[in-house]
């Protein structure tokens, strides 16, 4: 089962270290973390999707997790009502030959073009995984020279903050 | 008034309490070490930074006082590694604080630099790297707290060598200031009355004891809880001491070499208690056969050890010290008798496995059996010693023989398994308990793995008693090889030139040697009166087992009772 936590923790140098190793140690099945700071300066917010078997261990992540010092809260926010997406850049190839039908395809997916060249093109598209990973399979018959993808960020809907769930 | 870094680390121990310190100087730490000198502040010079580290874990265990050791940058640092792993796992409060490269050298590869915060990240409950003289007296506040309160374990303080040099005008804070750390006292009081109607419902109860009751120093409320239940009790190797090894109730150490009633009890209760264990592999075996029958209620105060190993019936999570007192007042409070709580039908069957299957010897006559050993001390010490073990057949042999009296009395490692703990370990508790008599039991080949103490030990003058049990093996591999390699003994014999009587005299410890059992009794007591430390070289034959076992993925109920000889 996958789940998604939204874990704050204190801006302090080596909280990224504790984490990664505490993951790696328990052998936890991480599929996706993603780190970046908050409305509050000394609070970083790090999404992590997780792989588990079952609830308990799920349990015994949040509660691993929860033992580090400089995590402050854990919420789980795979029951909640919210909103998920990932931003990936695709640098594909294209010629003038098939520029525009990889124009029709982005815009089909609602993605953007940032960069052009006469060998490439660099798309963006932000979503959930699972239209990024559409997008990707319809390019791979241009040629995709490199997918760089931020792993899933979450917020919920509604007024509450995780820090408040 | 303004004040170096390494006197801002000499004010803040003394504000902790801090009595004294292990450690070993070097580069990186000379000015804490100057500042040692000029405050006389209380320090013990081991040979080598592990033993610094395990002296520390010694101290910490014997008292529940928080221990500290001092070490220097790169290798220094990376020598404390094995003792904070051994704490960590034992969760024991200990402070390690190591030097480390100047500032601007961090990150360089510069002469004895060794990222120890990365090392130790897996090993610490949290540790520090200072590189600002203005976090110093903040962390060091933070360090002791976090080691000491909630569950307990090893902090590591990597101070570079300019906040050593660095002044700053001191002020200790009163108070810690941590957004993620929360120190449970007090849980959910509801789960306890669960418990209770779980306990009246019980046919076959047992309490399973473990080393959380010698944490907490909650001996008394243990034996508060049997006093008025009559439950048959069941220890961890951690638990042992937290009630007398010798009481009706205790039906001895549970897991691979558990007794075979505390083993029969587990597999047949039908409710198990567990008070602050983690259901550890060598007490399980396979998870899935442990306890199969049983509602396990577990009280921790480490909410991740519920449900990690064995999956809990009904969890109290919160400090022994306030929910076993609790426990006890609302038993009291129930109209039940001893009998009734007990159940006189199960009481009587796990008395008939204590008295059907006693522990057993697989010696033939002739020989010393270790176990004799132990039982002799035991019974000079009168269960009042502080015991210290190293890790192997002696270890177990003594779990099982000695008959422990009090908590914080066996210091051992048990979750790490460090051969070569005991040795500093028994340092760091007669330090601390100048009155007590240590004793360790030790291998032949323990007491190689940290024998450099024996210097430390005597320029010290510390009276600790050491027993070398030594059968010329690696007694626990040799076992393992017996048992199930076929009696392929690959690289497990120790025999060769070593004389650990001379070993122990070249280093100022009196040496004694026992060749034949006549000798035993006499040996054993001349040793314990001598004043000062002692060696006591005892040969033992070398194919004695630790029994009874369970081989690794039986169930607790299929034991091996009898050794394989040869």
């Known amino acids: 089962m996958k789940y998604t936590l939204a874990v704050l923790v204190e801006n302090r140098p080596g909280v990224l270290t504790h984490i990664s190793g505490l993951i790696s140690r328990r052998a936890f099945n991480i599929e996706s973390i993603a780190a970046g700071p908050t409305e509050e300066v000394d609070t970083t917010r790090i999404t ?4 588990v078997e079952d609830e308990f261990e799920l349990e015994q992540v949040v509660n691993q997790l929860s033992k580090l010092v400089n995590v402050i809260k854990i919420a789980n926010i795979t029951y909640v009502d919210s909103i998920q997406r990932e931003l990936a850049l695709i640098k594909v190839r294209a010629n003038k030959a098939n520029r525009s039908d990889l124009v029709d395809v982005v815009e089909i997916f609602r993605a ?36 760089v993808r931020t792993g899933r960020i979450a917020i919920s809907r509604g007024p509450v903050p995780a820090k408040d769930m | 008034m303004k004040m170096l870094g390494a006197e801002v680390v000499i004010e803040c121990l003394k504000a902790e309490e801090v009595d004294i310190v292990f450690g070993y100087p070097g580069g990186a730490v000379l ?13 013990i010079l081991t040979r080598h930074e592990q033993g610094a580290v395990h002296a520390a874990d010694g101290y910490a265990r014997a008292t529940g006082k928080t221990g500290v050791c001092f070490a220097t940058s790169g290798p220094g640092g990376t020598n404390l590694v094995t003792g904070i792993a051994t704490a960590y796992m034992d969760s024991i409060p200990l402070v390690a604080i ?19 915060c990365g090392i130790t990240t897996p090993i610490t409950k949290h540790n520090y790297l200072v590189k600002k003289i203005q976090d110093l007296p903040c962390v060091m506040k933070e360090a002791f707290y976090i080691a000491r309160t909630g569950r307990p ?28 750390y929360r120190s449970l006292f007090a849980g959910d009081s509801s789960q306890i009355d669960l418990v209770i109607e779980a306990l009246e419902k019980a046919e076959k109860p047992v309490i399973f004891v473990g080393g959380g009751v010698n944490i907490s120093g909650t001996s008394q409320d243990v034996r508060k809880l049997i006093n008025l239940t009559g439950i048959p009790v069941i220890s961890s190797l951690m638990g042992l001491g937290c009630i007398p090894s010798d009481a009706p109730e205790h039906l001895g150490m549970v897991g691979m070499h558990g007794t075979y009633a505390a083993n ?130 002696h270890q177990m042999w003594t779990a099982q ?166």
């Open chain 1, 48 to 51: 992590i999707g997780v792989e």
């Open chain 1, 112 to 147: 953007k073009i940032v960069d052009v060249n006469r060998e490439t093109l660099v798309v963006e598209l932000s979503g959930e995984e699972s239209k990024i990973d559409a997008l990707c399979e319809v390019l791979t018959d241009f040629g995709i020279l490199e997918i």
């Open chain 2, 31 to 43: 000015t804490l070490y100057d500042a040692l000198f000029k405050t006389d502040f209380p320090h």
């Open chain 2, 98 to 116: 190591t030097g480390q490269v100047g500032v601007s050298l961090i990150g360089k590869d510069s002469f004895q630099e060794a990222d120890i």
């Open chain 2, 153 to 180: 374990g090893p902090v590591l303080i990597d101070i570079s060598k300019d906040v050593f040099n660095d002044t700053l005008d001191f002020v200790y804070p009163e108070t810690v200031c941590l957004r993620g």
């Open chain 2, 264 to 393: 029969m009890a587990t597999i047949d209760c039908d409710l198990l208690m567990g008070i602050g264990v983690r259901f550890d592999d060598r007490v399980t075996s396979l998870v899935q056969n442990f306890a199969p029958k049983a509602t396990i209620i577990h009280f921790d105060i480490d909410p991740a050890e519920v449900n990690k190993n064995v999956r809990a019936d009904l969890k109290v999570i919160g400090d022994l010290r306030w929910s076993l007192p609790l426990l006890c007042e609302k038993i009291a409070e129930r109209n039940v008798t001893k009998k009734q709580w007990a159940r006189a039908e199960w009481v009587g069957l796990v008395q008939e496995w204590k008295r059907e299957k006693p522990l057993a010897s697989s010696l033939p006559a002739g020989g010393i059996r270790p176990q004799t050993v132990i039982e002799k001390v035991s019974e000079l010490t009168q269960g009042e010693a502080i015991i210290v073990t190293d890790v192997g057949q």
């Open chain 2, 401 to 566: 023989s000695y008959n422990f009296n009090t908590q914080r009395s066996f210091l051992t490692s048990g979750g790490l398994g460090t051969m070569g703990y005991g040795l500093p370990a028994a340092i760091g508790a007669q330090i601390t308990l100048p009155e007590k008599n240590v004793i360790l039991f030790t291998g032949d080949g323990s007491i190689m793995m940290n024998c450099q103490e024996l210097a430390t030990l005597a320029d010290n003058g510390l009276p600790v008693k050491i027993i070398v049990m030594n059968n010329q093996v690696l007694g626990m591999v040799n076992q393992w090889q017996r048992m199930f390699y076929g009696k392929r003994y690959s690289y497990s014999s120790t025999k060769g030139c070593t004389d650990f009587v001379k070993l122990a005299e070249a280093m100022g410890v009196a040496g004694l040697r026992v060749t034949k059992p006549e000798e035993l009794n006499t040996v054993l007591e001349k040793a314990l009166k001598m004043e000062g430390p002692v060696l006591v070289d005892i040969l033992l034959p070398e194919t004695e087992d630790v029994l009874p076992m369970v081989a690794p993925g039986g169930r607790l109920d299929q034991m091996v009772l009898r050794g394989i000889i040869g």
